[in-house]
């Protein structure tokens, strides 16, 4: 039996070694079979700058409901989170389902082919388990199945409000009792060729008062696979780690094997030295996010520092303040100026870098995030005649300092054309329905 082949012709394509023209790919079971540079333009053109895939390693796909609606106060990262915990408190299966998918193809719009969905929703609104204990998760699952895109199930133990007190209000949806009660219930998970199920630490905030309980679990069940966790985000949560246990969180997870190169750290904004060369050493990712971090006011992390310590930078959108990885890309280095009052931190290859290869990897796809033969088929492509991208020279520095998400033409996951832009005012749709049924609920 033949194997069902699909090629296109790229007009302009970011590969490996830098942009070339007239790229003739072939996929064959969803990967590149070939890739050909200055090739016949005969065959599907595909105009415009495409890119390989874009990997969003932080998202909670719950909070999209949030957007535009924490603003109206002043307020700060704690009111923020009440707010949330209110949304929180609304989803069931269903409902959830609708939202995540909504939200999902709004990232397939904006060239998200990969992502790290960062799952704590775990039980009913009382902590009781569903009859099918991870009901929330496999909507999450079916919701990328649906949307087209590729999903690494970040499923998170979270069993304190903080530091060993008891889960309040709506964290008791969060909470399985104990590490061991929550590695048995995310054994029931199974992946396929497009969802993969790792693990993750909420935070050190989340931990019991005697965190070895929880990090041993969790470090035995972990071993292998993908590992993020939220660190170091607020200067409160160093000092109560502090205050509980006497170390900072990086050196708390070092001092357990939680730090390694599975292992992805999400935000990593208030570090001390020795925080940047643990990391740096054990070659663990980073996952910066910055519009959510400015969103919030949490502040600007060491993005260079840890680089150059050994630590490898991925992107996310986190709470979806705003959905675009070429936002995210940009700000990593327009933060940096801002900071040091100086230009030129990253160069805008190592951005994309970041939001591909390294990207995709961290969340257990390093088969992804080139256009490069055996890889997984991902395309991006982009109209390079925008408002935005027009007369910008069709390159790695359009994608970093001038693309937006709007400008996605088409999206290709796995070989299968998942956006194409006349879908766009349908994802708007879309989105607004399911938002709605949220706050109805």
């Not at 039996?1 to 072939?26: K, N, Q, Y």
């Not at 969803?30 to 990997?55: H, N, Q």
């Not at 992946?191 to 041993?216: E, Q």
């Not at 995709?360 to 033969?373: E, F, K, Q, T």
Request: a negative charge.
């Amino acid at each position: 039996m033949s194997e069902v082949v699909t090629s296109f012709v790229l007009e302009r394509a970011l590969l490996p070694d830098g942009v070339r023209s007239d790229v003739r790919v072939e996929i064959a079971d969803g990967r590149f079979a070939s890739v050909t540079p200055d090739a016949s333009p005969a065959g599907e053109r595909l105009a415009g700058l495409t890119i390989p895939g874009l990997a969003n390693t932080h998202s909670h796909a719950f909070h999209r409901a949030l957007r535009g609606r924490t603003q109206r106060e002043r307020g700060s990262f704690w009111t923020w989170r009440d707010q949330m915990y209110s949304v929180a408190e609304r989803l069931d299966p269903d409902t959830y389902l609708a939202l995540a998918t909504a939200t999902f193809r709004e990232m397939v719009a904006t060239g998200i082919t990969g992502l790290g969905e960062f799952h704590y929703l775990h039980h009913q609104p009382d902590g009781r388990q569903y009859d099918e204990p991870n009901a929330m998760g496999l909507a999450l699952i079916e919701a990328a199945r649906v949307a087209g895109l590729r999903i690494t199930l970040l499923d998170t133990l979270y069993l304190s409000s903080g530091f060993g007190a008891p889960p309040q209000g709506a964290q008791v949806r969060y909470d399985d009792g104990s590490a061991d009660a929550w590695a048995e219930r995310v054994s029931g998970l199974g992946g396929t060729d497009s969802a993969l199920v790792a693990g993750a630490l909420h935070s050190v905030r989340a931990l019991p008062a005697d965190p070895a309980s929880a990090l041993g679990p969790l470090a035995g069940w972990a071993d292998g696979r993908p590992l993020h966790v939220h660190l170091s985000e607020q200067v409160a949560e160093n000092d109560g780690c502090l205050a509980a246990y006497g170390v900072t969180p990086a050196r708390l997870l070092a001092d357990h094997g939680l730090l390694g190169p599975m292992t992805s750290a999400v935000h990593a904004t208030h570090l001390t030295d020795d925080d940047v060369a643990l990391l740096g050493s054990a070659r663990s990712f980073v996952s910066f996010c910055p519009t959510t971090e400015r969103d919030l006011g949490d502040g600007v992390g060491p993005s260079r520092r840890l680089h150059d310590a050994g630590a490898r930078l991925t992107l996310g959108s986190d709470s979806h303040a705003v959905v675009d990885l070429f936002e995210e890309m940009r700000a990593v280095e327009l933060d940096e100026r801002l900071v040091t009052q100086q230009r030129g931190h990253w160069q805008a290859a190592e951005l994309v870098h970041a939001a591909t290869v390294a990207g995709h990897a961290s969340l257990g796809w390093d088969d992804a995030g080139a256009i490069a033969v055996g890889r997984r088929a991902d395309l991006v492509t982009l109209d390079t005649a925008s408002p935005r991208t027009a007369g910008t020279g069709a390159d790695e520095h359009t994608v970093v300092f001038a693309a937006t998400g709007a400008d996605v033409v088409q999206t290709v996951v796995d070989g299968r054309v998942v956006f194409r832009q006349g879908d766009r005012e349908q994802v708007g749709r879309d989105l607004a329905d399911a938002i709605g049924k949220v706050w109805a609920s």
